[in-house]
């Protein structure tokens, strides 16, 4: 018979590595398995009383794998709970579900296009307000704020693709000076290096498909809170109700993933500022866009807000129109052009293409996801594509 004191428990003390590594599990008591189990079962059974025989009744409304994942989830952000969804933007469409009609939603003017395509959807079919505000401009976020109006401000910091830095406690000082609450969209900047709820964030949202994920196989969406609310038991029956839960599946490899994502974020966020260091001033290159470069209009407040790196995303505005930065692409060996970023290779994106006729990023810009191949190779192609 196991006994107590064999029992081996994580202590809450333990740094964010150590806890990712175990995924936040002991082995278990029964098998001593140290990989968590997936639980693939859609329903629950009952017992002769008709009473549950576990916590669970139906997968759409909680399941023990989906439930592991968000429990590690909330404990890397430092929040009370977390909720996984089946994709970022469905995790972002049950936020702005909450938003009444004749609410006001206030978001950057460059933002996650998905997201920002919701926004305007939302706001011409459900009379919901919609004000834009440049994050290059310190005072455009309270200049947007309505008192007593604006219901959530959605922020990103770094703002995705451009990398300007929102500071987080600034915003949502303003924001609960206005009455309204604040998402912070952290999907560039993981939990290892910023805690946006101990920075007076809300909620943070994350595209789990992303770093938290990290190996380009998933689609996942997740919310944080700090506490457990009315907010958040809205924003539970909202998932519910919509059926946007995450499938058992994806929630047991987005927990393989998030072992080793401190490993990832450092390795990527150490190239890329190697690589960012390098083109800095190169002749083809009209600016080279990261936070973590001492240039960076944003440095000191990302290093503030980023303890532990500045990520592994940047972009690089290329000399010339949209045909030159395509040009620049088409003559890339190692970098991959496609969507999506924070996984193990390194992806080049052309982001005003993909982003359609709202976009108001730049034409002549290139967002690159850098990986953890060697440097030193994603280097020299990039030299090789600009000469």
């Known amino acids: 018979m196991k006994r107590d004191s064999d029992e081996r428990h994580l202590d809450n003390n333990l740094a964010d590595a150590t806890v990712l590594a175990h995924a936040g599990y002991t082995p278990d008591p029964a098998t001593g398995a140290l990989v968590p189990p997936l639980h693939m079962s859609t329903t629950f059974g009952r017992d002769s009383e008709y009473e549950l025989i576990g916590d669970y009744i139906y997968s759409r409304y909680q399941s023990p794998t989906v439930e592991h994942a968000e429990q590690l989830l909330a404990r890397l952000e430092g929040g009370a709970d977390a909720m996984l969804f089946a ?100 999907t560039v900047a993981p939990p290892v290096t910023t805690r946006a709820l101990k920075l007076g964030a809300d909620l943070v949202f994350h595209s789990a498909t992303k770093y938290l994920n990290g190996h380009s196989d998933l689609l996942a969406g997740v919310l944080v809170t700090p506490e457990v609310d009315e ?52 002749p083809g290159l009209e600016a080279v866009l990261y936070p973590g470069l001492e240039s960076h209009p944003g440095h000191e407040v990302a290093s503030r807000q980023m303890t532990n790196g500045f990520g592994g995303l940047m972009s690089i505005v290329v000399n010339g129109d949209a045909d030159a930065a395509l040009a620049v692409v088409r003559r890339l060996d190692v970098f991959v052009p496609a969507t ?6 390194s992806l080049v994106e052309h982001r005003a293409s993909v982003e359609g006729p709202h976009s108001k990023v730049p034409p002549n810009l290139l967002r690159l996801s850098i990986g953890i191949e060697d440097p030193a190779d994603l280097i020299s192609d990039l030299d090789q594509a600009l000469s």
Not at 340 to 345: A, D, Q, R
């Open 340 to 345: 999506s970023l924070g996984g193990v290779e």
């Open 231 to 282: 907010l958040w038991d809205e924003l539970r029956l909202v998932r519910r109700l919509s059926g946007g839960v995450l499938g058992s599946y994806d929630a047991w490899m987005l927990i393989r993933g998030l072992r080793t994502l401190p490993l990832r974020f450092e390795r990527a966020s150490r190239s890329a500022l190697q690589i960012a260091r390098h083109l800095e001033g190169h």
């Open 87 to 186: 994709s970022g933007l469905a995790a972002a469409a049950a936020v702005f579900d909450t938003v009444e009609s004749g609410g006001h939603v206030v978001a950057p003017t460059i933002m996650y296009h998905g997201a920002q395509d919701w926004l305007r959807r939302i706001e011409s079919r459900r009379g919901i307000a919609l004000t834009l505000f440049d994050a290059t401009d310190p005072d455009a976020l309270e200049g947007a704020l309505r008192k007593t109006e604006t219901s959530v401000v959605w922020i990103e910091s770094p703002v995705n693709p451009t990398w300007d830095v929102i500071d987080i406690r600034e915003a949502a000082e303003l924001t609960h000076r206005a009455g309204a609450i604040l998402v912070v969209d952290c």
